[in-house]
């Protein structure tokens, strides 16, 4: 009888998934952009191959277009195509364009709380309360940039120590690049040896690894069902909570030591702010909201530049006719008795052209950030209604053969003119363009270039076995793109 009861209710469940199908989905599906026919339930995932969403999505536009709909599941996504579609969508209607897209994981553990996952006044608020503070303490300034070489010192003098044993840099970059953004949260920085600190650039890595896999795209697919199965995507949400108790620990340490009206790094300026509106109902700045605001300053100013500077390490060892010629740009310009600065990067062309090229190449994330539309929105002949999950593939814009010339291969030369002069290209979208711009644009692209030009005055890259074994294909491939483990050695030059 039992058994009888569960397969009449599962039919129940099939007809009633049929009939949302043929009917509320069938409306659905006529308003938006063509793209492959989904199945119920599954959508187009048969035709998106795990752990390769960029690659299934760039041969889906292919046939459908620059603008095309799939299924994630029982959820459509428009898919934005190519650098003339980026650009008309992400800058030239940017407002419509600005909403943040929700995806589950972030979703439980935020609520749509903080800059990165937030919409509507309180994103707005918080990321222009966000600007001007971080902005005070240094980002876009001198300053930042003499943190940035005051880590990358203390970096080389931990690189020293192995020279010439094989080593795993991910533990020390994660350190070097999180204390920068560490002195503008927190106040301080980290001794590349505390036990606590490195716990916590473990769980980042975790976290971005396992929402980089095929379980963390699953799980914004099916949250619901994946929350009853076992897997790594469990690690995320206690990954998460272990990260929201150390931060919360930093706040109530900022309480207890701070002078009100004299911040000293970006938690003392949002419990101001917390001050100043403690009265206000509507108030946006309350413990929980700085709680995700400093989770995202935190992660965001670290894992994605640090996957960035080890990828850029790995494809240096791949390639050291390129590392060399880079060295010697930076003998002839720089000299090897100061350190390379900011001001340098004109007058390295080669030098800037390789970063620039190690970015392109990557892909650090490939799909972007979803976005979501905050009006009913015209595109190209497609109605797009207030809320449409929009995936914006950034990749599609690096590999978009009609702005570069060499757009599959790593190929420096992408951004250098006929002239061998540093070339700059609109094309060229690490972080996403338009009013969603990460906020550590800036201090990623000084990071990226004070960092490994640092490294590569001082050091030879050498590979841990044979130069033909190094294999370039992402670790994983979904949020981000996650090199493989690697080994190097150091040696001085």
């Given at each position: 009888m039992l058994t009888t009861g569960v397969a009449l209710l599962l039919l129940l469940v099939l007809l009633l998934v049929l009939a949302w199908w043929g009917g509320q989905g069938a409306q659905m599906r006529r308003g938006l952009p063509p793209g492959p026919t989904p199945l119920p339930l599954l959508g187009n995932l048969l035709q998106l191959q795990a752990g390769g969403l960029d690659h299934a999505l760039m041969e889906l536009s292919g046939r459908w277009g620059p603008v095309f709909t799939v299924w994630l599941g029982p959820r459509p996504a428009v898919v934005l195509s190519g650098y003339a579609v980026l650009r008309d969508t992400l800058v030239l209607q940017a407002e419509a364009f600005s909403g943040r897209g929700s995806m589950a994981v972030f979703q439980r553990f935020t609520c749509g709380n903080g800059i990165v996952f937030s919409n509507g006044p309180r994103w707005r608020t918080l990321r222009n309360f966000a600007l001007g503070a971080l902005k005070e303490f240094g980002l876009g300034t001198r300053s930042i940039e003499e943190h940035i070489l005051e880590?990358?010192?203390?970096?080389?003098?931990?690189?020293?120590?192995?020279?010439?044993?094989?080593?795993?840099?991910?533990?020390?970059?994660?350190?070097a690049v999180s204390n920068v953004i560490c002195s503008v949260v927190f106040g301080k920085r980290y001794t590349y040896g505390d036990p606590e600190f490195l716990r916590l650039l473990d769980l980042f890595n975790d976290n971005f690894c396992i929402m980089s896999s095929r379980w963390g795209e699953m799980y914004n697919i099916f949250p619901s069902l994946?929350?009853?199965?076992?897997?790594?995507?469990?690690?995320?949400?206690?990954?998460?909570?272990?990260?929201?108790?150390?931060?919360?620990?930093?706040?109530?340490q900022h309480r207890q030591t701070r002078q009100s009206g004299v911040p000293r790094d970006f938690i003392d300026c949002f419990l101001d702010q917390m001050d100043k509106e403690q009265q206000d109902p509507e108030s946006h700045f309350q413990e929980e909201t700085l709680v995700m605001t400093t989770h995202n300053l935190f992660f965001g100013g670290t894992e994605t530049t640090s996957t960035t500077l080890r990828y850029g390490l790995l494809i240096l060892l791949k390639y050291p006719e390129v590392a060399a010629k880079v060295q010697a740009e930076l003998d002839a310009v720089v000299g090897r008795a100061r350190t390379p600065g900011l001001e340098d990067r004109a007058r390295l062309p080669y030098t800037n052209a390789v970063l620039h090229e190690i970015q392109r190449f990557i892909s650090v994330l490939p799909l972007g950030l979803p976005r979501a539309t905050t009006r009913d929105t015209h595109f190209r002949g497609h109605f797009l209604p207030k809320g449409t999950f929009v995936i914006p593939l950034l990749v599609s814009a690096h590999r978009d053969p009609t702005q570069f010339k060499d757009p599959d291969c790593f190929n420096p030369t992408n951004f250098l003119d006929d002239k061998g002069e540093f070339q700059s290209k609109e094309a060229f979208m690490p972080f996403a363009p338009g009013k969603r711009m990460c906020l550590g644009a800036g201090l990623a692209r000084s990071e990226i270039f004070l960092f490994l030009t640092a490294i590569l005055q001082k050091f030879c890259l050498l590979p841990v076995g044979n130069l033909s074994d190094i294999d370039l294909t992402p670790k994983y491939t979904g949020l981000g793109n996650v090199p493989p483990n690697f080994q190097l050695r150091l040696t001085a030059r």
């Amino acid at each position: 009888m039992l058994t009888t009861g569960v397969a009449l209710l599962l039919l129940l469940v099939l007809l009633l998934v049929l009939a949302w199908w043929g009917g509320q989905g069938a409306q659905m599906r006529r308003g938006l952009p063509p793209g492959p026919t989904p199945l119920p339930l599954l959508g187009n995932l048969l035709q998106l191959q795990a752990g390769g969403l960029d690659h299934a999505l760039m041969e889906l536009s292919g046939r459908w277009g620059p603008v095309f709909t799939v299924w994630l599941g029982p959820r459509p996504a428009v898919v934005l195509s190519g650098y003339a579609v980026l650009r008309d969508t992400l800058v030239l209607q940017a407002e419509a364009f600005s909403g943040r897209g929700s995806m589950a994981v972030f979703q439980r553990f935020t609520c749509g709380n903080g800059i990165v996952f937030s919409n509507g006044p309180r994103w707005r608020t918080l990321r222009n309360f966000a600007l001007g503070a971080l902005k005070e303490f240094g980002l876009g300034t001198r300053s930042i940039e003499e943190h940035i070489l005051e880590e990358a010192a203390c970096l080389l003098e931990e690189f020293q120590g192995t020279t010439g044993s094989p080593l795993d840099p991910r533990r020390l970059l994660d350190n070097a690049v999180s204390n920068v953004i560490c002195s503008v949260v927190f106040g301080k920085r980290y001794t590349y040896g505390d036990p606590e600190f490195l716990r916590l650039l473990d769980l980042f890595n975790d976290n971005f690894c396992i929402m980089s896999s095929r379980w963390g795209e699953m799980y914004n697919i099916f949250p619901s069902l994946l929350d009853w199965l076992p897997g790594p995507h469990h690690r995320i949400f206690r990954n998460f909570e272990e990260l929201r108790v150390f931060i919360s620990e930093q706040i109530r340490q900022h309480r207890q030591t701070r002078q009100s009206g004299v911040p000293r790094d970006f938690i003392d300026c949002f419990l101001d702010q917390m001050d100043k509106e403690q009265q206000d109902p509507e108030s946006h700045f309350q413990e929980e909201t700085l709680v995700m605001t400093t989770h995202n300053l935190f992660f965001g100013g670290t894992e994605t530049t640090s996957t960035t500077l080890r990828y850029g390490l790995l494809i240096l060892l791949k390639y050291p006719e390129v590392a060399a010629k880079v060295q010697a740009e930076l003998d002839a310009v720089v000299g090897r008795a100061r350190t390379p600065g900011l001001e340098d990067r004109a007058r390295l062309p080669y030098t800037n052209a390789v970063l620039h090229e190690i970015q392109r190449f990557i892909s650090v994330l490939p799909l972007g950030l979803p976005r979501a539309t905050t009006r009913d929105t015209h595109f190209r002949g497609h109605f797009l209604p207030k809320g449409t999950f929009v995936i914006p593939l950034l990749v599609s814009a690096h590999r978009d053969p009609t702005q570069f010339k060499d757009p599959d291969c790593f190929n420096p030369t992408n951004f250098l003119d006929d002239k061998g002069e540093f070339q700059s290209k609109e094309a060229f979208m690490p972080f996403a363009p338009g009013k969603r711009m990460c906020l550590g644009a800036g201090l990623a692209r000084s990071e990226i270039f004070l960092f490994l030009t640092a490294i590569l005055q001082k050091f030879c890259l050498l590979p841990v076995g044979n130069l033909s074994d190094i294999d370039l294909t992402p670790k994983y491939t979904g949020l981000g793109n996650v090199p493989p483990n690697f080994q190097l050695r150091l040696t001085a030059r």
